[in-house]
Nanobody, 126 residues
Framework: QLQLVESGGDLVQPGGSLRLSCAVS????????IAWFRQAPGKEREGVSC????????HYVDSVKGRFTISRDNAKNMAFLQMNNLKPEDTAVYYC???????????????????RGQGTHVTVSS
């Protein structure tokens, strides 16, 4: 059974850091592009970042560039989102998604990705 499980969400003060993890089971993530998207309270879902199958290409939404870093460890079947200098507007539920056929491009096409997890909550507040 294909499954993605996110973890690492927490309550953090502005300026703090979190590292989100996405553990993949049921398939080898090496053949899949990975993306993260988020949904803030009362707002639409927003693509945050994506990474290509081999990790050679990454893209970020403008609001997180320079603060977030996406990575993957194909040997461990995991993906990560390192989030630094967090801001209150980063508060959201963060989801990990994966797809075998989709690409990772500047528009972060998370909506084309077939598999997704249940999300992890990130709250940035003082």
């Amino acid at each position: 059974q294909l499954q993605l499980v996110e973890s690492g969400g927490d309550l953090v003060q502005p300026g703090g850091s979190l590292r989100l993890s996405c553990a993949v089971s049921g398939f080898s993530v090496v053949s899949y592009a990975i993306a993260w998207f988020r949904q803030a309270p009362g707002k639409e879902r927003e693509g945050v970042s994506c990474i290509s199958r081999r990790g050679s290409s990454t893209h970020y939404v403008d609001s997180v560039k320079g603060r977030f870093t996406i990575s993957r460890d194909n040997a461990k079947n995991m993906a990560f989102l390192q989030m630094n200098n967090l801001k209150p507007e980063d508060t959201a539920v963060y989801y990990c998604t994966a797809d075998r056929g989709a690409s990772c491009s500047s528009n972060i096409p998370w909506f084309e990705y077939e598999y997704r997890g249940q999300g992890t909550h990130v709250t940035v507040s003082s």
